[in-house]
């Protein structure tokens, strides 16, 4: 599975939008980018994943620059309960491969 | 939360003491996973199975044994609990996604201290 990098940590303020990036530049044509969060103590919490479109649920955006190198995760309208640690894992998808978490990026949202 | 719980959500236990943790799933997925996450180390897998009966060993399985007899109870043993295996254990599910791919659902995670 590539590589990935991301800031170890930010802050936003509540209300506004929460852009998180990654770097994946060693993505190989099949792996998906997936983004999880962790609030403290918590299980880690499936937020999206994609593999080249850009994606949005209910939850947040997915944007994959074209090059596939790396993406931005977007909460629109951030809240405090959106503080976690949030992390970016590239992946092939497949039902028997592990994810592989690494530090992550603690997202500080605050008044 | 995909159906999924652990019990128990806390346990405290001695040094050589057999512990077994449950991971039970409501949803008939066929895939589950045992991962163990630690300061410094983030989540790292310890078994997996792919059906009843059929199981793997993931990265860091040495100390720990697993069982699934039916498709909805994954359980992970520990045959004689050591002081590096207190840690938080999380099950986790798979689940095909409609967009492609497949998800991992998380459960709220055992958090087993052995003194």
């Known amino acids: 599975d590539a590589k990935t990098t991301q800031p170890p940590s930010m802050d936003c303020a509540e209300g506004r939008a929460a852009n998180l990036p990654c770097n994946h530049s060693?993505?190989?044509?099949?792996?998906?980018v997936y983004w999880y969060r962790q609030i403290h103590s918590q299980g880690p919490q499936y937020i999206i994943h994609?593999?080249?479109n850009n994606e949005t649920n209910e939850m947040a955006s997915l944007i994959i620059t074209e090059d596939r190198k790396s993406s931005t995760l977007i909460l629109p309208h951030a809240t405090l309960r959106d503080t976690a640690v949030y992390y970016c894992?590239?992946?092939?998808?497949?039902?028997?491969?592990?994810?592989?978490f690494g530090t992550g990026t603690r997202l500080q949202v605050t008044l | 939360d995909a159906g999924i719980t652990q019990s128990p959500r806390h346990k405290v236990t001695e040094t050589g003491t057999p512990v077994t943790l449950r991971c039970h799933q409501t949803?008939?997925?066929?895939?589950m996973y045992w991962y163990r996450q630690d300061p410094g180390h983030g989540l790292r897998l310890i078994h997996y199975?792919?059906?009843?009966?059929?199981?793997d060993k993931g990265e860091v399985s040495d100390g720990y044994s697993v069982s699934r007899s039916k498709t909805e109870d994954f359980l992970l043993t520990l045959e004689s609990a050591t002081s590096s295996q207190t840690s938080v254990y999380f099950c986790?599910?798979?689940?095909?996604?409609?967009?492609?791919?497949?998800?991992?659902?998380f459960g709220a995670g055992t958090r087993l201290s052995v003194l």
């Open positions: 986790a599910i798979s689940e095909s996604s409609s967009g492609g791919g497949d998800i991992q659902y």
């Open positions: 060693t993505i190989s044509g099949n792996e998906y």
């Open positions: 994609g593999l080249k």
């Open positions: 894992i590239v992946r092939v998808a497949g039902t028997a491969s592990k994810l592989t």
């Open positions: 949803e008939n997925h066929r895939y």
């Open positions: 199975s792919y059906g009843v009966k059929d199981t």
